[in-house]
């Protein structure tokens, strides 16, 4: 079995080499190098992760005592090595966003999205995905802090700000219901409804919009309900598209 590099040999070649740098100087230099290293494969993780929950490979894999992952959250987390679901969408909407550019461009935004660091890249994800423009965004995220960033995020998004400043009506509502889904395809279900609600309801507000979607559907089920038992309804006219009673 290999030994583990000692970090501090490398340190003080770099000294040798050149007297006038102090150990800050050096130091500061190996963790920037380290970083130049790393990103570039956090951010293709991000894009294999992608295709792993598009094509529900997750499903196909074995924990090494030979079971399954019980969710796709549970085969995330462990993969990606992270402790937050919210998290692991993030990576993957990043690797969704990827998915839309073809070969030779996707591979120039991967090396700007590396340039500019994973925390930024979650950020500007929505914004290149929505308008495509990759340039800017990573010109933008170069320049920006990543509060600074966000803001400009969200109002090309017609979004409010993240922050301390108040949310708007339902917002927490809104955050709740989606913190509740067991899966990706579920969020992404909840986002879409409350997208077209808000177009539909004349709306923003996601508990009007909720509302809404109970007046249309309660009567329909109040007749489904009114059936005699014996006749059973089909998944299909009682789910939404694309999804089981399972």
């Known amino acids: 079995m290999p030994s583990t590099p000692d970090p501090n040999e490398g340190i003080q070649r770099f000294l040798a080499q050149d007297p006038r740098l102090t150990r800050a100087e050096v130091l500061h230099l190996t963790l920037q190098s380290l970083r130049d290293r790393m990103e570039p494969d956090r951010v293709l993780a991000c894009e294999l992760a992608w295709e792993m929950h598009a094509k529900s490979y997750w499903s196909q894999i074995r924990n090494a005592d030979g079971t399954t992952y019980a969710t796709e959250e549970d085969y995330f987390r462990h993969v990606l090595g992270l402790a937050s679901w919210r998290t692991a ?29 994973l925390a930024k890249a979650t950020v500007v994800a929505p914004a290149i995905e929505r308008l495509q423009d990759w340039g800017t965004w990573l010109r933008c995220a170069q320049d920006l802090s990543i509060v600074l960033l966000q803001a400009k995020v969200s109002e090309a998004l017609d979004a409010l700000p993240r922050g301390r400043e108040p949310a708007p009506p339902g917002e927490r509502f809104r955050r709740t219901v989606l913190a509740a889904m067991p ?5 992404e279900l909840v986002e879409h409804f409350f997208t077209l609600g808000k ?14 979607g109970c007046r249309e559907c309660l009567p329909e089920w109040e007749l489904q309900a009114a059936k005699p038992r014996q006749a059973t309804v089909s998944a299909s ?6 999804q089981s009673s399972s």
């Open 89 to 117: 969408y993030k990576r993957l909407a990043i690797g969704r966003m990827l998915l839309r550019f073809d070969e030779p461009e996707r591979a120039m935004l991967r090396t700007g999205l590396a340039a500019v660091g």
């Open 183 to 187: 899966d990706i395809e579920a969020m």
């Open 237 to 242: 006219r009682v789910c939404p598209k694309g």
């Open 199 to 212: 177009r539909v309801v004349g709306s923003p507000n996601p508990i009007a919009i909720f509302l809404a």
